[in-house]
């Protein structure tokens, strides 16, 4: 095992040097290296085989070590299999009917009629077959921290240094498709769920253009507030009536008191005078 995983390193490596020294693809390739699951070892006492607890002439079944699909033969004989199956420690049983919804499970026909799951670190099999021999196993509760894949994204589009809280496999693939410029089909993913790892969507940068908009905002409104202020100013001259010169007028309120608010003639007025 430590010879194969040495041998993937060694693959990755390789590739990442590339990368290194190839300035355009160092500049503008987003790179993600990702897994489909995560493992988790597997005594061998946590193994159990199904012909040990019911008749194997009466199902069949299919399944991936942690989990079996049980197709019962006789429909009748179904509550009898469950009962059977029931009490066994370390593994849950469900009818069809009563798999749990976030399983996403049971709404297809290839669904068995029974569902025994092992808890993590347990396996499921019909017989005592070569197959009992695995040292470890996926397929559990995406829940479980052992069953969570790897993720390390890098490149221009990710953000640096950043150590993200989990996220689910399929939210990889709107990612992929935002980063690519395509548009993306329906599916349980969003990008919602990891826009946070990237550069434009990053709530500190989003910050940043906030303050940047608010700040252009007050200046824009303050130049305004001026050139309104300088215009107004040149209209309105606030002087004492002694002092008025000849090209002013006075004016008066409607009430024929005077006021010291003076309006200066226009030029054409003033050439006429």
């Avoid at 160092?26 to 607890?53: A, Q, R």
């Avoid at 390390?152 to 953000?159: I, K, L």
């Avoid at 640096?160 to 935002?178: G, Q, T």
């Amino acid at each position: 095992m430590n010879e194969t995983l040495q041998e993937c390193d060694d693959y990755v490596g390789v590739l990442l040097k590339l990368i290194d020294n190839d300035k355009n693809l160092k500049t503008n390739l987003n790179v993600i290296i990702t897994s489909d699951h995560g493992m988790h070892d597997v005594p061998k006492n946590h193994k159990i085989f199904l012909e040990d607890y019911i008749d194997k002439s009466l199902f069949s079944a299919y399944g991936g070590h942690s989990f079996a699909n049980i197709f019962v033969n006789n429909k009748e004989d179904i509550d009898r299999i469950y009962a059977s199956l029931s009490p066994i420690p370390n593994y849950e049983v469900y009818k069809k009917a009563q798999i749990p919804d976030e399983y996403h499970y049971k709404s297809n026909v290839r669904i068995g009629d029974i569902l025994i799951v092992g808890k993590v670190g347990y396996e499921v099999f019909v017989s005592n077959t070569t197959d009992a021999d695995l040292l470890g196993d996926h397929g559990y509760d995406n829940r479980a921290e052992s069953m969570h894949p790897i993720f390390y994204g890098f490149g221009p589009a990710f953000r640096s240094n950043l150590l993200a809280e989990p996220f689910r496999n399929v939210d990889i693939y709107p990612l992929m498709c935002y980063i690519l410029h395509l548009n993306q089909r329906k599916t349980n993913g969003s990008l919602d769920n990891v826009k946070h790892i990237l550069i434009d969507f990053s709530p500190s940068n989003l910050s940043n253009i906030l303050v940047i908009i608010f700040i252009i905002l007050v200046i824009v409104t303050a130049f305004i507030y001026t050139i309104c202020a300088c215009r107004h100013c040149r209209k309105l001259i606030y002087v004492e009536t002694r002092i008025v010169p000849d090209q002013y007028r006075l004016l008066s309120n409607s009430d024929g008191s005077k006021n010291n608010l003076i309006v200066s003639e226009s030029e054409d007025e003033q050439e006429n005078h």
